[in-house]
Nanobody, 112 residues
């Protein structure tokens, strides 16, 4: 089955860090562009980071310098390291590859 499954979300204090995982099955993450997206309540889903098959990365301005996307080809998993978290970062985070269904996402809560 071709799918991506997100994990790693949870509660974190402002200024804290969290690493999200995106485990792929049915295809190799090294051959596709994989993006991390987030959706806050009542808002549109937005892309925050992406990694190309060649390994280059892209970030939204709002997370540049704080978030890092990476890939472990052996584990067929894409990660999102999130540092210096702010209340605005609280959202459901999804990873996505074109051509497959969106997963359930993983909730990130930023609160003191």
């Amino acid at each position: 089955q071709v799918q991506l499954v997100e994990s790693g979300g949870g509660p974190v204090q402002p200024g804290g860090s969290l690493t999200l995982s995106c485990a792929a099955s049915g295809f190799s993450v090294s051959k596709y562009y994989i993006g991390w997206y987030r959706q806050r309540p009542g808002e549109e889903r937005e892309e925050v980071a992406g990694i190309y098959s060649g390994g280059s990365t892209t970030y939204a301005d709002s997370v540049k310098g704080r978030f890092t996307i990476s890939r472990d080809n052996a584990k067929n998993t894409v990660y999102l390291q999130m540092n210096s978290l702010k209340s605005d970062d609280a959202a459901v985070y999804y990873c996505y590859r074109i051509g497959i269904n969106w997963g359930k996402g993983t909730q990130v809560t930023v609160s003191s």
